[in-house]
């Protein structure tokens, strides 16, 4: 008995090799099946995975104010020359520090000049005041040189870390370290010297935008101590046509609470001091944990939906196995009778049948899966879009592609077997 089973196996598999092109044309649905899933997967854990490490650099245990232009004042800032007034001030700080539980610390943020040059080349840049404990709250690592130190705030010193960017724009053809940059300040600049480079932080898809309108690529960060004794709390800033002098004492607080489940309570107690001592809104309270929370909802949402897309594509060529399959029944049909003459049963003719339909979907899952991986990897190439394969998207869409092939060949199996020999014989 076991024999017939293995020469029932090796008909059905001698029946699709004698019709090597319907063979390959009926497992086509399956290869794009397969390559689809994968594919879609692969961009969408990409761009999940890009998009969630850009808020976990942010720090989930931070709460982030940042100082905001309020809608009046943009409108009486289009003067020729205008003193604007907003944002974070000393005594939210201390009001944060004395009356808020479940703080391990805050670090301000002091946006000082908004141009820098050295030599020749100039360019847009954010000159951003900080504290040394800035570079470990935002999960940034020196990429050479060295970090600013408590040393360099008690002697005020002008020293400056970089961004990769800012190395590319101010010093393309030599080594920044050591060299000195100029952070423009009405009427003249303050030089700084270079002291360390950033780590680059890859933001697929959205460069610019950097961590939620934060690029530290294209940032350069000195002592928040020199910061405040250089350029004071009034900054300028050049537009189109106009220039406006803006006083603010903080452009930004990262406050990081001492345990991440105080983080929630901790942001809005933060909103109602804020709510109570600015009534012209100029701030904005964020809070990465909560929309990380939110990124990983919409990551599992657009896996579902992407994979149930794609997973249609699988449901087509399972769709076409079956089709084809009726079809070589019917042709067959004499066979089959003949075989019921010497002795198969029924479970022999449907085991030959679905032999064949599961080496179409199990081939074609494999040239599948190839296909997906070379495709997400061509889109990571040509287009710069990151994608991430994950070992549970191939195991997946491999093993959707087999069970398409035995789902959809159980029809034309059974159908095959329940044939009435006599009948099947008389067939032309």
């Known amino acids: 008995m076991h024999l017939f089973n293995l020469e029932t196996i090796r008909l059905g598999l001698n029946s699709l090799k004698l019709h090597k ?25 990409g761009a999940s995975a890009d998009e969630l490490r850009m808020i ?139 002291i360390g480079i950033l780590e680059e932080v890859k933001t697929a898809g959205a460069p610019r935008r950097g961590v939620q309108e934060r690029d530290l690529n294209r940032e350069i960060l000195v002592p928040f101590s020199t910061a405040m004794s250089q350029f004071g709390e009034i900054t300028r ?59 990983k909802q919409k990551e599992r949402n657009r896996k579902i939906t992407l994979g149930f897309i794609a997973g249609i594509s699988l449901l087509v060529g399972g769709i076409g196995i079956m089709n084809i399959m009726l079809a070589t029944v019917t042709e067959r049909t004499r066979e089959i009778g003949i075989r019921r003459a010497l002795g198969a049963r029924q479970r022999h003719i449907a085991l030959q049948f679905l032999v064949e339909t599961v080496v179409l979907s199990t081939v074609g899952g494999v040239f599948g899966v190839f296909l997906g991986v070379s495709g997400a990897f061509m889109i990571t190439k040509f287009v710069d879009w990151e994608t991430i394969i994950s070992f549970w998207s191939v195991a997946v869409s491999f093993g959707l592609s087999v069970l398409v092939g035995i789902f959809f060949g159980m029809y034309p199996a059974i159908s095959a077997a329940k044939l009435d020999p006599i009948e099947a014989l008389r067939c032309e």
Do not use: W
């Open 237 to 295: 800033r050049m537009g189109a046509g106009s220039r406006e002098f803006i006083k603010m004492q903080f452009s930004g607080l990262y406050i990081t609470a001492n345990e991440l489940v105080n983080v929630l309570p901790v942001s809005e107690m933060i909103k109602r001091v804020f709510e109570h001592g600015h009534p012209k809104l100029d701030y904005e309270v964020k809070v990465p944990l909560r929309a990380l929370e939110l990124a």
């Open 21 to 45: 092109l319907r063979s390959l044309l009926t497992s086509l649905g399956i290869i794009f099946g397969v390559a689809a899933v994968i594919c879609m997967l692969s961009i969408s854990e």
């Open 56 to 194: 976990e650099l942010l720090g989930t245990k931070n709460i982030i104010v940042n100082s905001v232009k309020p809608p009046a004042t943009a409108q009486n800032s289009q003067s020729n020359s205008n003193m604007i007034e907003y944002g974070v001030t000393r005594d939210d700080v201390a009001v944060i520090n004395e009356t808020i539980p479940h703080i391990a610390q805050v670090v301000p943020l002091k946006t000082v000049s908004y141009v820098a040059r050295h030599g020749k080349f100039q360019a847009s840049l954010n000159v951003v005041g900080t504290t040394p404990e800035f570079f470990n709250v935002v999960n940034v690592s020196i990429g050479r040189g060295r970090s600013i130190v408590p040393s360099d705030m008690i002697e005020r010193t002008n020293v400056c870390v970089i961004g990769e960017q800012v190395r590319r724009e101010l010093f393309p053809f030599k080594d920044p370290i050591g060299e000195t940059l100029l952070a423009e300040r009405y009427p003249t600049g303050v030089p700084f010297t270079v």
